[in-house]
């Protein structure tokens, strides 16, 4: 049984690879088409070398989690990092230990793509993304304000 279950994933995986391929370039080329301040995230020289299911960007000027949140009300499912890390307030250690400033690695996001991926999920992401990320743009310049406003009341 085990042996034909692994032979049904793997039997159309060249096939499927290439779909997600396609869905994650459509959605990096219409991402940093909305946002041409986006920062595609991972190896450098082509998508050919990116796994087929996986699109990370980072947002300048935004916390990931605001921006998390607002697509998720949007019905859009993203993730500020690995399961393994869920919960925990600090920058990617991976993107950190690729060099990646830690202001920007607080704005990234990763978007997955699997089997049940389609270009409606793609078109959805690309709908909901201006006015999310406008806003999560907003709020992260009232906290810089907030946080400014403290300092000089402070005498920082």
Same mark, same amino acid.
């Given at each position: 049984?085990?042996?034909?279950?692994?032979?049904?994933?793997?039997?159309?995986?060249?096939?499927?690879?290439?779909?997600?391929?396609?869905?994650?370039?459509?959605?990096?080329?219409?991402?940093?088409?909305?946002?041409?301040?986006?920062?595609?995230?991972?190896?450098?020289?082509?998508?050919?070398?990116?796994?087929?299911?996986?699109?990370?960007?980072?947002?300048?000027?935004?916390?990931?989690? #605001? &921006?998390?949140?607002?697509?998720? !009300?949007?019905? *859009?499912?993203? =993730?500020?990092?690995? /399961?393994?890390?869920?919960?925990?307030?600090?920058?990617?250690?991976?993107?950190?230990?690729?060099?990646?400033?830690?202001?920007?690695?607080?704005?990234?996001?990763?978007?997955?793509?699997?089997?049940?991926?389609?270009?409606?999920?793609?078109?959805?992401?690309?709908?909901?993304?201006?006015? #999310? &990320?406008?806003?999560?743009?907003? !709020?992260?310049? *009232?906290?810089? =304000?907030?946080?400014? /406003?403290?300092?000089?009341?402070?005498?920082?």
């Amino acid at each position: 049984g085990f042996a034909a279950a692994v032979d049904h994933v793997l039997g159309d995986l060249p096939e499927q690879s290439a779909r997600m391929a396609g869905l994650r370039d459509t959605l990096l080329a219409g991402v940093v088409a909305l946002a041409p301040d986006a920062i595609v995230n991972g190896a450098r020289g082509g998508t050919d070398i990116r796994l087929p299911g996986n699109a990370h960007l980072s947002f300048p000027g935004c916390e990931s989690d #605001a &921006l998390l949140m607002l697509l998720d !009300a949007a019905g *859009v499912e993203a =993730s500020t990092g690995s /399961a393994c890390t869920a919960g925990v307030p600090e920058p990617s250690h991976v993107l950190l230990a690729m060099g990646v400033d830690p202001v920007v690695a607080r704005s990234s996001l990763r978007f997955s793509l699997g089997r049940s991926s389609t270009s409606d999920d793609v078109d959805a992401l690309l709908a909901a993304m201006p006015a #999310a &990320l406008a806003r999560a743009r907003r !709020a992260g310049q *009232v906290r810089v =304000s907030a946080q400014m /406003a403290a300092a000089v009341r402070d005498g920082a």
